[in-house]
């Protein structure tokens, strides 16, 4: 019997709307492991999570069964429910409407787990708007500056 065999790595990246700083550390793990159920459901696996208080970065393990536009909006849909029922604070949380996604090798994947892990660390130097910029040019992606951004 023939069988479809995939092996998909996938660096996701999104922010808060308009970056407002409404991930709060108290939520942080839950909001990952949460996250994490929403890919399993997926039939996907989150393998790194990480982030600042405006924005995420994952590291996903994609199903062959679901395409990322699919992945990506019930992790932002699902996630923005869960994060408005954890009290008044979070009422008004959205995510971006945009995302980032870009490929990983097998043989990068250590290198990005580092990077995911040293989020909070790395922003001390550089801004969300800067390094996403940084990974569009890296992976060559063309874009328009006035719909990045929302």
């Given at each position: 019997?023939?069988?479809?065999?995939?092996?998909?790595?996938?660096?996701?990246?999104?922010?808060?709307?308009?970056?407002?700083?409404l991930i709060f550390?108290?939520?942080?793990?839950?909001?990952?492991?949460?996250?994490?159920?929403?890919?399993?459901?997926?039939?996907?696996?989150?393998?790194?999570?990480?982030?600042?208080?405006?924005?995420?970065?994952?590291?996903v393990s994609m199903?062959?069964?679901?395409?990322?536009?699919?992945?990506?909006?019930?992790?932002?849909?699902?996630?923005?429910?869960?994060?408005?029922?954890?009290?008044?604070?979070?009422?008004?949380?959205?995510?971006?409407?945009?995302?980032?996604?870009?490929?990983?090798?097998?043989?990068?994947?250590?290198?990005?787990?580092?990077?995911?892990?040293?989020?909070?660390?790395?922003?001390?130097?550089?801004?969300?708007?800067?390094?996403?910029?940084?990974?569009?040019?890296?992976?060559?992606?063309?874009?328009?500056?006035?719909?990045?951004?929302?």
């Amino acid at each position: 019997m023939a069988q479809t065999l995939v092996n998909l790595y996938v660096h996701i990246i999104f922010s808060t709307k308009n970056r407002k700083n409404l991930i709060f550390p108290e939520i942080e793990e839950e909001l990952f492991s949460y996250i994490g159920g929403i890919a399993h459901n997926n039939r996907s696996k989150l393998i790194a999570a990480n982030g600042t208080a405006n924005h995420v970065y994952l590291l996903v393990s994609m199903s062959k069964n679901i395409e990322l536009s699919e992945l990506v909006g019930d992790i932002k849909r699902d996630s923005s429910k869960w994060i408005k029922s954890k009290g008044i604070a979070y009422r008004t949380f959205q995510w971006q409407d945009s995302y980032g996604a870009f490929s990983v090798g097998y043989t990068q994947l250590d290198d990005v787990k580092k990077y995911i892990a040293n989020q909070k660390r790395h922003h001390v130097d550089i801004s969300f708007e800067d390094e996403f910029r940084y990974f569009l040019n890296k992976y060559d992606v063309e874009y328009d500056e006035r719909y990045v951004w929302d």
